[in-house]
């Protein structure tokens, strides 16, 4: 097919075309006072604000299908959900739960469990969101989301909850050192392993200056740091913040293209048994990311991130723990590894309702020397998903996904996956 450059910031690409019809999906039921009905134009800009989100990711879910709003439109509540069936089939040595990540391939797999099938419900949420405008205090926002995806995939547990008041946000959200939409669409629940997807407590100012500058800083309560407990070693209670920063250019009259430059600092501490002595020094992390509609049918994605101590925050790296390890050469010494991480990923839009992406990746792991050679070294990860929207609330996906796990002594093992996943939102 033939690439048709976007002419103007204001061209229609099949992202914003696809989004535009979840806008057009609502029921508004008018409540309360208000002497004059709002127009329509009114009723469509506090609907847009639902999906004006910079930290807004493919899989999270739109606005609820019914919205109660004010007559004058100044203030609008909705209750909303997915209810997402994934299923996948694993061979050549199964990975075990829902999320592929090359990380948990087995590298010495039990004959009796070479492959795998399953399925659950897990990422079926459910949540509240109000959003208003005050001619005192300005435009304000509640939100909270609960997913099923607990214990064995079905339990409920909560995912988001905050409060924004123009500029500022307080609540349990998204760090600030993510960028969800720079991630690309996804059948499997993971998604690329240096995914950055941390949620901590925060209060973070975000400002856009024209003409489409962003400009984010945080304070966030730690997200628990993982040190490995030993003999001679152990990690103690944190007792200053993160920090988190962004700063931003997007184009289009949106954020759905944008490069973003973000960064965050850890306070990582650990006491020595053997000397009796507590230690804190400061983890880093830094990442650049893009997404970019190169022409109408074709998105890009790219993120590179990397630093020390970072671990705890997303990836690969989250599975175990590589925040702080054991210093090989200093007996009761940890120290903070460093990772490094990249993905780039390619997205075709076939028609609006019909699209395809590929996507590949790794992250990388630095120990010292002397580290046992069992240990994780470095994954890769691939994926091929295509997806169609048999209505704007209710999609398909079937997709495949290859990784290869590599350890110390460079011993390796490849894992495959097919999945399918179910959506349907209200």
Known sequence: ??????????????????????????????????????????????????????????????????????????????????????????????????????????????????????????????FFRMIGRHTKIGHYQLYLEAEFSGYNGVDFSLKKAYATLNDWTIGYASTTFSDPQALPPSVDAQGPNNKMDATAVLVRYMHTFKPGIVLAASVENPVKQTAIDAE????????????????QYQWGNNSMQHIRFSAVTRQLTYRNLLTSTNHHFVGWGLQLSAVANICKPLTLYATVNGGRGMAGLGGDWIMNNFDLVRDPEKPGTLYAPEVFGFMASVQYHFRHNLFASLTWGQAHYFQKDGTPGSDYRYGLYGAANVFYNLTPRIQFGL????????????????????????SFSF
Not at 232 to 242: F, K, N
Not at 399 to 422: P, Q
Request: proline share 5%.
């Open 1 to 126: 097919m033939v690439c048709v450059v976007a002419a103007g910031a204001f061209a229609r690409t099949p992202r914003e075309a696809s989004v535009d019809s979840l806008k057009n999906s609502h029921r508004v039921v008018h409540i309360g006072g208000g002497a004059n009905a709002a127009s329509p134009d009114s009723i469509h800009s506090i609907i847009n604000d639902f999906y004006l989100d910079q930290f807004r990711q493919f899989d999270n879910p739109g606005a609820p299908y019914f919205m109660f709003m004010t007559k004058d439109a100044h203030m609008a509540l909705g209750m909303g959900g997915t209810v997402r069936l994934r299923g996948w089939y694993d061979w050549g040595g199964s990975i075990s739960g829902q999320a592929f990540s090359p990380y948990l391939i087995n590298m010495n797999p039990d004959p009796r469990s070479i492959r795998d099938l399953d399925a659950n419900p897990s990422g079926s949420n459910i």
């Open 232 to 247: 001679d070693a152990v990690s103690t209670t944190t007792w200053l913040p993160d920090l988190g920063f962004f700063l």
């Open 399 to 422: 997709g495949f996904n290859i990784g290869k796990r590599v350890n110390v002594d460079h011993t390796s093992r490849w894992g495959r996956r097919l999945c399918a996943v179910a």
